[in-house]
């Protein structure tokens, strides 16, 4: 359990495969946004993309109890949850050998639906994973809005981390090119906090979010 089988082998540039347990949780403690397939009655596949945190050996995300997709996923139906990290452009001499810098990760499995205590703690989770301190200074869901909303669970039973990284690996017969050649590095960053038109006076930016740093 835990260790990528079969088809979770990556099957181009399997070199770039990492299988330490470590990697898939510093790619899933990285990203806020992951990708999760999901198909209608009709065979239609969908992604939606959803905020998401890691508990343990678990990914935790939540969608609206109107949505039949998410019913679905909360019914068990199969899924591939992904998250991408993008780091930065690989400038090589030849468009061909050009790429990028990135992280990612596969989850496969089917989704458990979070009820009661383990629901709320889920929403806890999520929300502190995403905006760290904000869940004790916020208003916490009511009882209408835990009612609307799906907390759903997805094992991390089976998965896949690929990293791809170094400088271009150009062709031989490309080296000698006048072409500029490298790494552009590429970080994720906050902008300015701007407040909503509507906020009382005197309420001044939270000392947690000054303290949010770019990861």
Same mark, same amino acid.
């Given at each position: 359990?835990?260790?990528?089988?079969?088809?979770?082998?990556?099957?181009?540039?399997?070199?770039?495969?990492?299988?330490?347990?470590?990697?898939?949780?510093?790619?899933?403690?990285?990203?806020?946004?992951?990708?999760?397939?999901?198909?209608?009655?009709?065979?239609?596949?969908?992604?939606?993309?959803?905020?998401?945190?890691?508990?343990?050996?678990?990914?935790?995300?939540?969608?609206?109890?109107?949505?039949?997709?998410?019913?679905?996923?909360?019914?068990? $139906?199969?899924?591939?949850?992904?998250?991408? @990290?993008?780091?930065? %452009? !690989? /400038?090589?001499?030849? &468009?061909? *050998?050009? +790429?990028?810098?990135?992280?990612?990760?596969?989850?496969?499995?089917?989704?458990?639906?979070?009820?009661?205590?383990?629901?709320?703690?889920?929403?806890?989770?999520?929300?502190?994973?995403?905006?760290?301190?904000?869940?004790?200074? $916020?208003?916490?869901?009511?009882?209408?809005? @835990?009612?609307?909303? %799906? !907390? /759903?669970?997805?094992? &991390?039973? *089976?998965? +896949?981390?690929?990293?791809?990284?170094?400088?271009?690996?150009?062709?031989?017969?490309?080296?000698?090119?006048?072409?500029?050649?490298?790494?552009?590095?590429?970080?994720?960053?906050?902008?300015?906090?701007?407040?909503?038109?509507?906020?009382?006076?005197?309420?001044?930016?939270?000392?947690?979010?000054?303290?949010?740093?770019?990861?």
């Amino acid at each position: 359990m835990g260790t990528p089988v079969n088809r979770t082998a990556v099957r181009r540039l399997p070199e770039k495969q990492l299988h330490d347990r470590a990697s898939l949780d510093a790619v899933l403690d990285a990203g806020r946004v992951a990708h999760v397939a999901v198909h209608d009655d009709d065979g239609q596949p969908y992604v939606v993309p959803v905020g998401y945190a890691r508990a343990g050996d678990a990914v935790l995300f939540h969608g609206s109890t109107a949505s039949r997709l998410f019913r679905s996923l909360a019914g068990g $139906a199969s899924t591939c949850l992904t998250v991408t @990290l993008l780091d930065g %452009l !690989v /400038l090589a001499r030849s &468009l061909f *050998e050009s +790429s990028m810098h990135y992280r990612s990760a596969m989850v496969l499995g089917s989704s458990q639906m979070l009820d009661g205590e383990a629901k709320v703690a889920g929403l806890e989770r999520i929300s502190e994973h995403l905006m760290p301190g904000r869940w004790v200074d $916020a208003r916490q869901p009511n009882r209408k809005e @835990l009612a609307a909303t %799906l !907390v /759903l669970s997805l094992p &991390l039973d *089976e998965w +896949s981390v690929k990293v791809s990284e170094g400088p271009p690996d150009d062709a031989a017969e490309d080296l000698d090119l006048p072409v500029w050649a490298g790494v552009l590095s590429q970080h994720e960053t906050y902008g300015e906090a701007t407040a909503a038109p509507d906020l009382r006076p005197g309420l001044e930016l939270p000392g947690y979010v000054r303290d949010w740093t770019p990861r």
